[in-house]
């Protein structure tokens, strides 16, 4: 009895511990399913000690990091289907100059109210790899026919979805998007926006990354989701004491950007809860279309960028470099090196003005001459002056030789092939004596305008090649003659750091993969804001993002940007009247009277000789003198009279 009794207590004992162990194991496992389940994450700060830090802290952890379907391309074509609200609406004004900027074929249509759509194929072949909706709801509010075409075709075709959502006023402080398993909460104020370095689309932004302070605006929109298809992509922090919809849930961070990794429907998403005012959004723009482009629409990181110092010795008493201003030019750029390869200062001379400063700007000039070979160095005009006063070629000549005799006696290098005329005169609309007269002295090969084929917008300008010399299209940095100290900058200095961190400066950079910045003398002495500028500029972009940075002479810069862009070769020759600036760089005894009011075009044998004669029988109506040498009607556009330009 002994013995069974002793059976009977051992029986229940490991029923007890087999009961604890069980309960135990219970609330392990649901420990750690609820721990995954929240994809609580801790903010680091983008420092050397943050990136050490261990990454599982990081953005949303969760118990499976899922990655999408690789997207398949080739059945499209390299093209984006935007929907947008209307034709003058601002988000989408900013997601075609990025496209545009991109050199990306886009396919612009008003979103309609019921969601029709244009033909999605041509032949078998998917006409667009990218679908991008100004306004997400009017995706999701479609008509169940349109929106199973829609999808029908995005699965098929392996074409991704691009959307925002911009709150206003009026908007419900939760919706619910049909058909999507995810819940979003509108007009809430953020701070604090962290990149999460887990997520798979990103490869111009760096990660992880910290904006700290406030986000612009207090309409921002936060996504929340319980099913595996999400990730976010950026997160952000609420700002305490501001009003927040009564029904979202408590959080540590909350996802402003998200990627469907198409694990629900088969398609693969990217959401935004805002516009691109935001710098950050921009760079997410960027990397979400080359990710779900299959890397068929994206943006080399190879960034090449050329600064030009113009006017070098010119300026009026006050606004030149001294001695320390040459030393911090020559300390900044061994500091630019270090994030820029080869950096190097391009310096434009215009000799005549050589020692008309003050005592301690002549020494300044000195020691730009002792540092000569720091440097590299393009001919400015020895005057200053504009070519495009100057009516005959002989005259330009003997102001170029004056010129290249101070560099000459001065050790400046004359053999960078580069020059850059007074106000970029002559080069475009095209001064032929200017082009001869620096082929003549100065062996140039390379230039460079903004006012091709017109200074505004920007993301238009182009290259092209005339008489033998590559024209680069030459960028603004926000530093004129005028801007030397910080405190005075037009709109405060605020407005110069805004363009530096993620505004105009930075989009430049990231958009153009050649960039040639003019800045001026005057913008190195003083405050130095072009050494701020730069210095800022490039310690922004290699924190922020994975572009390299790096600096080609101009001659090798000329032929990278063609070889990039061999479309652009050829001119696109315009009527300088119609523009005021191309007007003001003309010259003088040029008017647009004698070019064409109307253009009798066609191929040969097709009848315009006949329309030609026919129209000449109007007395009001003169015609081109016939070709000296075929005696026939001049054939403008035929390769070698069309490259001589609008002036012969």
Known sequence: MNLIGKLRRSFRMVVILLATFCL???????????????????LVETTGQAECEDLKLLPYRSAELRTPKPIDPSRTDPTVLLFVESQYSQLGQDIVAILESSKFQYHMVIAPAKGDIPPLTDNGRGKYTIVIYENIL????????????????????????????????????????????????????????VVNPQSSLLRITKAPRVEKGPLPGQDWTVFQFNH??????????????????????????????????GLHDGIQRVLFGNNLTFWLHKLIFIDAISFLSGKKLTLSLERYILVDIDDIFVGKEGTRMNINDVKALLETQNLLRTQVANFTFNLGFS??????????????DDLLLRSVDEFWWFPHMWSHMQP???????????????????????????????????????????????????????????????????????????????????????????????????????????????????????LTILLNPISIFMTHLSNYGNDRLGLYTFAN?????????????????????????????????????????????HRDIWSRDKTCDHLPKFLVIGPQKTGTTALYLFLLMHPSIISNLPSPKTFEEVQFFNGNNYHKGIDW
């Open 24 to 42: 135990a194991s219970i609330v392990i496992s649901a420990y750690f399913l609820y721990t995954g389940y929240k994809q609580e994450m801790a």
């Open 138 to 193: 009017k995706y999701v509010s479609m008509d169940s026919w349109n929106r199973e075409l829609l999808e029908k075709y995005c699965v098929e075709y392996s074409v991704s979805i691009i959307g925002f959502h911009k709150a206003n006023e009026n908007s419900s402080p939760s919706t619910r998007l049909k058909g999507l398993p995810l819940q979003l909460y509108n007009n809430v104020a953020l701070r604090d926006c």
């Open 228 to 261: 595996s298809t999400y990730q976010p992509v950026l997160l952000a922090e609420l700002q305490p004491a501001r009003p927040t919809p009564a029904t979202l849930p408590r959080a540590a961070l909350y996802a402003t950007v998200i990627q469907d990794l």
């Open 351 to 364: 000799g005549k003005f050589y020692h008309t400063g003050t005592e301690e700007e002549d020494e300044g």
């Open 388 to 506: 495009h006063l100057f009516h005959n070629e002989s005259s330009l000549v003997e102001q170029m030789i004056l010129n290249k005799e101070f560099a000459i006696e001065h050790g400046i290098p004359t053999g960078m092939g580069y020059a850059v005329a007074p106000h970029h005169s002559g080069v475009y609309p095209v001064h032929v004596q200017l082009y001869e007269a620096w082929k003549k002295v100065w062996h140039i090969r390379v230039t460079s305008t903004e006012e091709y084929p017109h200074l505004k917008p920007a993301r238009y300008r182009r290259g092209f090649i005339h008489n033998g010399i590559m024209v680069l299209p030459r960028q603004t940095c926000g530093l004129f003659t005028h801007t030397i100290f910080y405190k005075e900058y037009p709109g405060g200095p605020q407005e110069l750091d805004k363009s530096i961190r993620g505004g105009e400066l930075f």
């Open 537 to 581: 500029l490039a310690s922004f972009v290699k924190s922020s993002t994975n572009l390299k940075l790096q600096t080609l002479p101009p001659v090798h810069l000329a032929q990278k940007y063609f070889e990039l862009f061999p479309e652009q070769t050829d001119p696109l020759w315009q009527n300088p009247c119609d523009d005021k600036r």
